[in-house]
């Protein structure tokens, strides 16, 4: 099979390689998927720089996300699922090989169906950011009737957070964005209002939109940025969920926080309880028979094209999320 892979960290044009590798065999309780289109994801840059972990094995086949059919099962399987279209969660996580390949062996659990209606290049978007995003309005309680604020909203986690967020019952939807295109992409996903970080007081304009009561929920992409305003904007024991940061640390003002008892629930997607993932799919998979959600593919390369496709990931400028067709 044609596959990318990289052996040690670095660069990604200097460490990626494109070739031929073996095709895997599904083992006991697996299944062999033909990968159609493979998501990139931030993680997926970080981990082949080094930035976030050393490489763990001698060759690593990259992403976790990816989408395509079921070719072959292994023993333990019903062979039904052979022809079943299916997305793939954690394909990359704590194992040596992704979805950067023309095939795929893992746990059949991780090959989820995908809804007729529902294209591949949307199916390699589900498994970190569509799954970080729900977890990160369901946790603790949800967010009916709840006023929120997604931060980050024009980005991938942040797109489908906006969407959760109102198909949940919120009852205001917030975002941070930093620029009139990006506030467009989260105002059409369905946020009330965009607050520009870059140019405004975030905190001061929250607390301005929502009659100065403040936000239930912030859905967090950066903890380092955002953590000194959380006393500011939170409601009285609101949450902030987080889900990522742009540092290695976070600094909070205690005093205020501690006497309005705001709490912040850490959590990685990679990471979710069987039952938590197991709510978030049942979720997803009912929203997308129903067709309710809005995709949003900013690009689309071809595995040839790995390398410049961490490289656009890493800059930071895409609306939206990355695919390659495999």
């Given at each position: 099979?044609?596959a990318a892979w990289?052996e040690?960290?670095g660069?990604?044009a200097?460490?990626?390689?494109?070739?031929?590798m073996?095709?895997p065999?599904p083992?006991?309780?697996?299944v062999?998927?033909?990968?159609a289109?493979s998501g990139?994801?931030?993680?997926?840059w970080?981990?082949r720089?080094?930035?976030s972990?050393?490489?763990?094995?001698?060759?690593?086949?990259p992403?976790s996300d990816g989408?395509?059919?079921?070719?072959?099962?292994?023993e333990?399987?019903?062979?039904?699922?052979i022809?079943?279209r299916?997305w793939i969660?954690?394909?990359?996580?704590k194992?040596?090989?992704?979805t950067?390949?023309?095939?795929?062996?893992l746990p059949?659990?991780q090959a989820?169906?995908l809804?007729?209606?529902?294209g591949?290049?949307?199916?390699a978007c589900l498994g970190i950011?569509a799954?970080?995003?729900?977890h990160?309005?369901?946790?603790?309680g949800g967010?009916?009737?709840?006023r929120v604020l997604?931060?980050g909203?024009a980005?991938s986690?942040g797109h489908y957070?906006?969407q959760?967020?109102?198909l949940l019952?919120?009852a205001?939807?917030i975002?941070?964005?930093?620029?009139?295109?990006?506030a467009?992409?989260a105002?059409?996903?369905g946020?009330d209002?965009?607050?520009?970080?870059?140019s405004?007081?975030?905190?001061?304009?929250?607390?301005?939109?929502?009659?100065?009561q403040?936000?239930e929920?912030?859905?967090e992409?950066?903890v380092?940025?955002?953590?000194?305003l959380?006393?500011q904007l939170?409601?009285?024991?609101?949450l902030?969920?987080?889900?990522?940061?742009?540092?290695?640390?976070?600094?909070f003002s205690f005093g205020?926080a501690?006497?309005?008892g705001v709490?912040v629930?850490?959590f990685i997607?990679?990471?979710l309880?069987?039952a938590?993932?197991?709510?978030?799919?049942?979720?997803l998979?009912g929203?997308?028979e129903?067709?309710?959600l809005r995709?949003a593919i900013a690009a689309?390369?071809?595995?040839a094209?790995?390398a410049?496709?961490?490289?656009?990931v890493?800059?930071g400028?895409?609306?939206?999320n990355l695919?390659?067709e495999?």
């Open positions: 099979m044609r990289y040690r960290n660069p990604a200097e460490v990626i390689t494109i070739g031929e073996p095709t065999a083992g006991p309780g697996e062999l998927v033909r990968i289109a990139v994801n931030p993680s997926d970080k981990t720089s080094g930035r972990r050393p490489i763990a094995w001698p060759r690593i086949i992403h989408a395509g059919t079921i070719e072959a099962v292994g333990g399987v019903p062979r039904g699922r022809g079943e299916v969660w954690n394909g990359q996580w194992r040596a090989h992704g950067a390949a023309e095939y795929i062996a059949a659990a989820v169906r809804p007729d209606g529902t591949f290049d949307a199916g950011p799954l970080t995003a729900l990160a309005v369901v946790t603790d967010v009916t009737g709840q997604v931060t909203g980005g986690v957070a906006i959760f967020a109102r019952g919120a205001q939807v975002a941070t964005v930093s620029g009139p295109e990006k467009a992409h105002l059409a996903a946020a209002a965009c607050v520009n970080y870059r405004e007081d975030v905190a001061a304009r929250v607390l301005d939109l929502t009659g100065g403040g936000v929920r912030v859905v992409v950066d380092t940025g955002n953590a000194a959380y006393a939170l409601s009285p024991f609101g902030a969920a987080v889900y990522g940061a742009n540092g290695a640390g976070a600094e205020p501690i006497l309005k709490g629930r850490f997607v990679y990471e309880t069987a938590q993932r197991a709510t978030a799919i049942a979720a998979q929203w997308l129903a067709g309710l995709h689309r390369m071809t595995l094209d790995c410049a496709a961490h490289d656009a890493e800059a400028r895409l609306i939206g695919v390659l495999c």
